[in-house]
């Protein structure tokens, strides 16, 4: 059933541009062999591939490419009924096809459409499901990373007289997506990190913590802890909008479902 939907969305995204819109019918921007292209047709046609599409529309030369891709369009289709393309056997089959998949969304969209999720369902879901919405615990910690003993040396003794972590980590710092911040890598949760650097940054406690050179694969490290952040629930406000997406797409794929188990019972259906 997962397939059926998905394909379902698929095709939708594959055949909106056959649908023209109401928007600016009326306005005839091109006509070829006496039929009329109209500012919806065009518009349409684009809309499939996005926001660049139109922005290129609203310049003056965008327009007149757009304009020309989809007379070309009309022509070549003009010239394939001459040719009597439309009566091939291929064709046939695929405008069947076309067919089939613009009536099966329509009907995916009559079953859909008083599908509703109420704010009281979207709190329910994440009430009942605290784990799905927890922060794991993590730390925000800078750090120098040093290659040399002779380095790090001269990094512990900076520190040592009480030099900024920050600026040591600008002068010294070999971490080049870091060093430039100070050393900052932000928060991270377990997992991220090598297990030798992890151990250490979990290891300190106290904002402020300084820890002793780190080996790694990558170098020497000296970590400074900022912050040590427990697990903690997300806002509800931070994920309503995810929970509210979710639960369409479980209403929709029930359904969906419900409405495929009605139809095999209406029609025969044989698999092989």
């Known amino acids: 059933m997962t ?5 379902a969305l698929i095709f939708v ?7 023209f819109g109401a928007e600016s019918a009326d306005k005839v921007v091109a006509r070829v062999a006496s039929q009329d292209i109209t500012e919806a047709e065009v518009l349409e046609t684009i809309k499939p591939f996005g926001p660049q599409a139109a922005m290129l529309y609203r310049s ?3 327009r007149k490419m757009i304009i020309d891709e989809v007379i070309s369009i009309r022509l070549f289709a003009l010239d394939a009924e001459d040719s009597k393309l439309d009566q091939t056997p291929e064709f046939q089959a695929n405008l069947a096809a076309i067919r089939r998949t613009m009536l099966a969304q329509a009907a995916v969209r009559e079953a859909t459409k008083n599908l509703v999720v109420s704010d009281d369902d979207v709190k329910k879901f994440y009430d009942d499901n605290p784990k799905v ?3 794991p615990e993590r730390v925000h ?3 120098i990373l040093v290659s040399g003993d002779a380095d790090l040396a001269k990094v512990q003794e900076e520190l040592k007289a009480g030099k900024s972590f920050d600026v040591v980590a600008k002068e ?3 971490d080049p997506g870091s060093a430039a911040n100070g050393g900052d890598l932000g928060e991270f949760p377990r997992g991220v990190m090598v297990p030798e650097f992890e151990k250490a940054a979990f290891a300190l406690k106290n904002p402020g913590d300084i820890s002793e050179p780190v080996k790694s694969k990558f170098g020497w490290h000296i970590i400074k802890l900022e912050e040590h952040i427990p697990e903690s629930p997300m806002p509800f406000e931070q994920v309503k909008e995810q929970v509210l997406q979710e639960l369409k ?4 794929q029930e359904l969906l479902d419900a409405r495929t188990t009605e139809l095999e019972k209406k029609y025969t259906v044989e698999r092989f």
Not at 3 to 7: F, G, N, Y
Not at 13 to 19: D, N, Y
Not at 249 to 252: D, R
Request: cysteine-free; overall charge positive.
């Open 3 to 7: 397939k059926r939907i998905s394909l």
């Open 13 to 19: 995204a594959l055949f909106a541009s056959l649908a």
């Open 60 to 62: 003056d030369e965008g």
């Open 133 to 135: 919405f927890t922060q």
């Open 141 to 143: 910690a800078r750090h």
């Open 172 to 174: 010294f710092s070999t």
């Open 249 to 252: 797409a479980q209403k929709t």
